[in-house]
């Protein structure tokens, strides 16, 4: 299916495309704001309502880093495909300030639970709704540069919670009801701004010209992502992102115990320390991948983002844990990953998969990823009992396999247009799956 140009030269009028991204990416900034709000915030809430240890294991499954932002994007994206990206991303904001205020408001642990559960399904299904709008009116050759501004934003929402939960820490509880009130505030507040926004031209004329060709209101169903020729292309980003991500999701558990161990005792320094790796990540998106990605090979790029989290991982299961080794491993870890499979996992899920397909893939995947982590997060106390060494060791292996997949089946779609794209994909990416390379399009 050749999807329709979006306007002439095949984006969104300029001006409007920034815009868009950073309305669409702000999704990215309570998403990441509403894990670390609800990590800071957990002593808190474990000391006022008694918590489990049980019980906080499954808020933790349960949370907007698992199992409910998985079903959320699995919702999510299929929606966005069979009515449109604005209608999604604009009121499933509303969805998540109505969380919100069960975790504002808790007075018990089950308030807690459905607050977190609530949040997790909101920017489950903003996500996909975001990344397609995002890639969608890009203009050409400036892909990567907008997804980046996205991923900017994953940085700093939890930059902003970390300094508000030190400045507010006196407050106590209070504290934490007023940074989650923020980020209502914002969603609310988000809701409005969207409200101006224009749906993606580019999926008005796919859907267009898909009901033009008979296929009635629905213009693609979830059993057309079982073919061969989609499989591929998922099981290549849901792999090289999921193995990624399992190392993320148990990073939580082990960087306590390093600024604990390196005598960073004090909350200023942790915050600090947890704030400066954010910081540097920002920083090697803004200055690597929205300047490269464009540009240079994508392959090369991620094996070098991978290679770098490899060693900076590797290093604490190598050395004695010392301050110097502490912060070598933050730099390297924080770099490396800015430009690495979260940033790449936004840009080719994007780019993969067609037009009235693409939100649909993109939940799926992202659906799988965390619904993985939040069944693995059970396990996870069971790892760090191993001892720190050997659990540094399983967190190497895992980004040592998301780096040979990605490098396997990374795409060379840098600077090529959707509709090229589109036409890669109809012209035969099914010969790059039977070759063994998912990710690889036909003409590259």
Same mark, same amino acid.
């Given at each position: ?254 960087? *306590?115990?390093? @600024?604990?161990? +390196?005598?960073?005792? %004090?909350? !200023?320094?942790?915050? =600090?320390? #947890? $704030?400066?790796?954010? /910081? ?43 301050? *110097?080794?502490? @912060?070598?491993? +933050?730099?390297?870890? %924080?770099? !490396?990953?800015?430009? =690495?499979? #979260? $940033?790449?996992?936004? /840009? ?46 399983? @967190? ?5 396999? %998301? ?42």
């Amino acid at each position: 299916m050749q999807e329709a140009a979006p306007a002439p030269g095949g984006v969104e009028p300029q001006g409007d495309d920034w815009k868009a991204t950073i309305l669409a990416g702000l999704a990215n900034y309570i998403d990441a704001g509403s894990i670390v709000a609800g990590s800071a915030a957990l002593a808190l809430w474990m000391e006022a309502y008694k918590l489990s240890n049980e019980f906080v294991g499954l808020i933790g499954a349960l949370g907007p880093n698992a199992i409910s932002a998985g079903l959320g994007a699995f919702i999510g994206g299929r929606l966005c495909d069979l009515f449109g990206r604005k209608r999604i991303y604009q009121y499933d904001m509303l969805f998540y300030a109505f969380g919100m205020l069960w975790l504002i408001f808790a007075m018990n642990a089950w308030m807690i639970l459905i607050g977190f559960f609530l949040v997790g399904l909101a920017v489950g299904a903003d996500i996909p709704a975001s990344w397609s709008l995002i890639a969608e009116t890009a203009p050409k050759g400036s892909r990567g540069k907008h997804s980046g501004v996205a991923q900017v934003l994953w940085y700093l929402g939890p930059v902003v919670v970390l300094l508000m939960f030190l400045v507010l820490e006196p407050l106590g509880l209070l504290g934490a009801r007023i940074v989650f009130a923020h980020l209502a505030i914002l969603a609310v507040a988000l809701t409005f701004l969207r409200s101006r926004m224009k749906e993606s031209r580019r999926w008005l004329d796919a859907q267009a010209e898909a009901e033009a060709a008979g296929a009635g209101a629905k213009p693609a169903r979830v059993r057309d992502l079982m073919k061969l020729k989609w499989l591929g292309p998922m099981a290549f980003l849901a792999g090289m992102y999921g193995m990624w991500n399992l190392w993320a999701g148990t990073n939580g558990f082990f960087f *306590p115990y390093i @600024l604990r161990t +390196v005598g960073n005792q %004090s909350q !200023g320094t942790a915050v =600090g320390v #947890q $704030s400066l790796s954010f /910081l540097i990540g920002m920083a090697s998106i803004w200055l690597v991948f929205m300047q490269l990605s464009d540009r240079v090979n994508q392959r090369l790029l991620f094996l070098a983002s991978a290679v770098i989290q490899v060693v900076g991982m590797s290093l604490l299961a190598l050395f004695p844990l010392t301050l *110097p080794m502490a @912060l070598l491993h +933050v730099f390297l870890m %924080s770099f !490396g990953q800015g430009f =690495g499979a #979260q $940033s790449f996992f936004q /840009l080719w899920s994007a780019e993969m998969f067609p037009t009235l397909l693409r939100s649909t893939a993109q939940g799926l995947m992202f659906g799988i990823v965390r619904i993985t982590l939040g069944v693995f997060s059970f396990f996870v106390p069971l790892l760090t009992a191993t001892g720190f060494q050997t659990l540094a060791w399983i @967190l190497t292996g895992f980004l040592f396999v %998301s780096g040979v997949i990605g490098f396997i089946g990374a795409p060379r779609n840098e600077g090529k247009s959707l509709d090229e794209l589109e036409a890669d994909m109809e012209d035969g990416i099914s010969a790059g799956v039977e070759s063994g390379q998912p990710g690889q399009p036909a003409t590259a």
